[in-house]
């Protein structure tokens, strides 16, 4: 990893613009930055023009996006600091034990996508599009991003999980007892 690296993020939307910058921060405090200034800017945005910079000493980057909503702004930026950092992409730690357990094959896709909320954050706030990759991970196999999100309201409606957010942003927890 390099010692040195320096960021100049900076979000524009309707209501003005915002800027950071840091230099020498490990990837995991710079991640942390960005997203704590990610989501102030969305909590009055729909969409935000983005301009990053990053230098590593040995070459300057710089992307510029306009008109991200708030997952793709959050999924870009987040690439764009795994390329600068040198971060390798590693596929998420799977607690597979519990795979064991069940006759994966013959289940539905609502009831995969309800073992993940179990096993994997029985008391965490997942969005639609995390669970939607986690399931692609784990099994293999596509899933609809409608189809998640139609899963997760169903469980909300039966009074499984918990919901917050907008449409945009909204969140599922698993009501544990």
Do not use: C
Not at 16 to 43: H, Q
Not at 44 to 61: C, H, L, M, S, T
Request: charged share 35%; glycine share 4%; hydrophobic share 35%.
């Amino acid at each position: 990893m390099n010692e040195y690296i320096s960021i100049k993020l900076e979000l524009k939307g309707k209501g003005g613009s915002s800027v950071l910058e840091f230099e020498g921060l490990e990837y995991e405090e710079a991640k942390e930055r960005v997203y704590t200034l990610i989501n102030f800017i969305y909590r009055r945005e729909r969409f935000a023009n983005v301009r990053i910079e990053g230098n590593d000493r040995e070459i300057k980057f710089s992307q510029e996006f306009e008109k991200l909503s708030y997952s793709e702004a959050k999924e870009r930026i987040n690439e764009f600091l795994k390329f600068i950092y040198k971060i390798e992409e590693k596929l998420p730690t799977v607690k597979e034990s519990w795979l064991s357990m069940y006759d994966i094959e013959n289940l539905s896709q609502k009831d995969r996508l309800f073992l993940i909320l179990k096993h994997n954050h029985p008391n965490e706030w997942v969005r639609s599009q995390d669970i939607k990759e986690e399931y692609e991970i784990l099994f293999g196999e596509p899933i609809n991003l409608s189809s998640v999100s139609t899963y997760l309201a169903r469980f909300y409606e039966s009074g499984l999980t918990e919901r917050r957010g907008s449409r945009a942003q909204r969140e599922y927890r698993l009501i544990t007892s």
